[in-house]
């Protein structure tokens, strides 16, 4: 079973390993250069004087300049990042999905179901070794993404949506996951190029679903509450995943969503967010019956100390997928004849 | 001892009410077959009467939904025990068409217990089949002749085929059945052979089997069916009373004469009646046409 794996799938294999050598033609220099640029414009220096501490001092250097000018020059590198996101489809799509699809759509399923081997064994032979070339490949693939976008998740955190699919162990789980649903999906349609599409939209829907309904939900957001008289501010660059922000009252209730106020003790008054003209955003926010006092700004955030506990968790999600869909998988093989 | 042995395994195939639904449809129903061991059986029928569907259940592709199907004795439904006495060649002959002729040979080594590779190498050889070419770019013929010599390199004590020779052309067809009768004489194997080509059938035959419209409608070794089955050629006649006759198959009439298929239960005395003996085409055509219009006269809901 291992020589006919083997001998089917060697040009898959050769060709994502040519893949995955051009994506390291891509990361490579784009990686060093943003590293590079990262160090030598002070902004490593300012984060790391900056710290991790959720509330730091309002006068704090929160190294906006140098973000700026990160970002300026690698605006197009969070559109590479979306590109790469997307690798771990492209496994499913093109090693998981024509698995069975393709054997049955060429009748080459009745040839070997019919050799002294039992089907069963055939498809954990055959889903084994895949499922264990599928793991080294998303190895490499994740720790390079660690090491490249090092320096894009400095200002966001690793927590953030988008990055931390690319971050940790949760990139394995996807593409494990990804070539489940197209070996299961190869075993509904039985032709190649449904499969695909089936895979591929599936894919997107799954993973979009668990990121923005059930990832917010794994661990209950913690609030950060300063007054907004405070000389102290909440670190946006701690690494924490930021659900949003907002005034309150001395009561409790939010009364400028989307906000925040800042009256300094030397009579400057800072505000961002949707604070409406007719406010007066240090004095007159009772008279104006939002009342009463006192009043905090307030941060709704995962923690950066809880990345390990998140990756587990969506990893945990995407491999239990994946491991449904292998046992529908073989239940419907044997349907198949 | 041994006698007993011989009788346990006289049996290559055994069906038992055998049935397979897709959805509402019955691909087949109500099968009970009897292949004994060292026939060489036709597997006759039009398009979509069951004969894939048979086989497909009999190598243990398919499960049954109905009855049950032995193959010498033993459920073949994903059973490597069976699987190992089996060669089967499906349909338009399937094999990975981007492996050579050679590298097919090492991988029926490595996916079976037994295997002839200096067998199939030297039949291979002996054809003509370039050992290092794609099969996908070899010809039709070739290709079943490579899918026939696999088959065979598992030394199998059942062979079954299903509609090998479909696609190929006179000579290639031929060719092939002069292959696997060449074969089957040397190793005494049982083979169960589906096809519409009467004509290879009957010279290579000894045993018969017709499907139509999921239901056997007769089956038994070739030498009995034709030793018991005589054409008649006589006056014009509608009662199609004629002594000796069981069963008259199928009969056609023009004004002053009629000419009737039979099944004989004794000798035909009426010499009115001219006796032809039958060949083997004549009767599948004549079951199959009975059976036909049997089956459009219910569609049609007209009394027959």
């Not at chain 1, 501010?233 to 690494?239: A, E, M, R, V």
């Not at chain 1, 449904?324 to 239940?331: G, K, P």
């Not at chain 2, 036709?42 to 979509?48: C, D, E, I, K, R």
Request: proline share 5%; hydrophobic share 45%; aromatic share 8%.
């Amino acid at each position: 079973m291992i020589w006919l794996t083997w001998r089917q799938h060697r040009k898959q294999v050769l060709y994502t390993a040519i893949g995955l050598v051009a994506l390291g033609a891509v990361m490579l220099p784009t990686g060093l250069s943003m590293h590079h640029v990262f160090n030598d414009s002070g902004l490593a220096a300012c984060l790391s004087k900056l710290g991790t501490s959720q509330v730091i001092s309002g006068n704090a250097d929160t190294c906006d300049d140098q973000f700026g000018q990160f970002s300026r020059q690698f605006s197009s590198m969070g559109f590479l990042a979306i590109l790469f996101l997307l690798l771990p489809m492209l496994v499913g799509v093109f090693f998981g999905a024509p698995l069975v699809a393709r054997e049955v759509e060429q009748g080459t399923h009745r040839f070997v179901w019919t050799q002294t081997v039992s089907r069963r064994r055939w498809a954990v032979a055959k889903f084994g070794l895949i499922a264990a070339v599928t793991l080294v490949f998303s190895t490499i693939y994740s720790l390079a993404m660690d090491w490249w976008s090092g320096p894009l998740m400095a200002n966001s955190g690793r927590m953030g949506p988008l990055i931390f699919d690319f971050e940790g162990i949760a990139p394995i789980g996807y593409t494990l996951f990804a070539v489940a649903l197209g070996i299961f999906a190869g075993t509904l349609w039985k032709k190649v190029l449904p499969a695909m599409v089936a895979t591929l939209v599936g894919f997107i829907v799954v993973r979009v679903l668990i990121e923005t309904l059930a990832r917010p939900r794994y661990m209950s957001p913690l609030t950060a509450s300063l007054p907004v008289d405070s000389s102290n501010q909440f670190n946006g660059d701690s690494g924490a995943w930021i659900y949003g922000n907002g005034v309150v009252n001395g009561a409790g209730k939010l009364v400028l969503p989307n906000s925040s106020i800042g009256c300094g003790s030397n009579g400057n008054i800072a505000v961002s967010g949707a604070v409406p003209d007719n406010v007066d955003p240090c004095g007159g926010l009772v008279s104006q019956g939002l009342g009463p006092g006192p009043f905090f700004n307030s941060t709704r955030y995962q923690p950066a100390g809880r990345f390990w506990e998140f990756q587990g968790i969506e990893t945990g999600i995407f491999l239990a997928l994946a491991a449904i869909l292998i046992y529908f998988a073989i239940r419907r093989l044997s349907r198949i004849g | 001892m041994n006698d007993v042995g011989t009788v346990l395994t006289d049996t290559a195939i055994e069906t038992d009410g055998l049935g397979k639904r897709y959805k509402r449809t019955w691909a087949l129903q109500d099968c009970a077959l009897h292949l004994p061991a060292g026939r060489i059986a036709a597997l006759v029928g039009p398009n979509g009467a069951g004969k894939t569907t048979l086989l497909h259940m009999a190598v243990g592709l398919l499960r049954p939904d109905a009855g049950s199907v032995r193959i010498f004795g033993k459920d073949p439904y994903s059973n490597a025990e069976v699987l190992a006495e089996i060669g089967f060649v499906a349909q338009e002959t399937p094999l990975y068409r981007d492996f050579t002729a050679q590298e097919l040979v090492t991988l029926g080594g490595k996916l079976n217990r037994t295997w002839d590779a200096a067998l199939a190498r030297e039949r291979l050889s002996g054809l003509g089949i370039a050992p290092n070419l794609p099969v996908g770019k070899l010809s039709g013929g070739q290709r079943a002749q490579v899918a026939l010599a696999l088959a065979l390199a598992k030394r199998p004590r059942l062979l079954l085929l299903d509609e090998p020779i479909a696609a190929l052309d006179p000579l290639a067809r031929h060719e092939f059945m002069q292959t696997l009768m060449g074969a089957v004489a040397e190793t005494g194997t049982t083979v169960l052979l589906s096809s519409h080509m009467l004509a290879d059938l009957e010279r290579a035959c000894d045993y018969l089997i017709l499907l139509q419209t999921a239901h056997v409608q007769l089956s038994g070794s070739v030498e009995d069916l034709l030793e018991t089955h005589r054409t008649l050629v006589g006056p014009r006649t509608d009662s199609e009373q004629v002594p000796g006759v069981a069963e008259v198959i199928r009969g056609s009439h023009t004004d002053r004469q009629s000419t009737l298929l039979v099944r004989t239960n004794g000798p035909i005395t009426d010499p009115a009646w001219i006796e032809h003996e039958v060949t083997l085409e004549d009767l599948v055509l004549a079951y199959l046409a009975k059976a036909d219009t049997r089956a459009t006269r219910t569609a049609w809901d007209v009394k027959a």
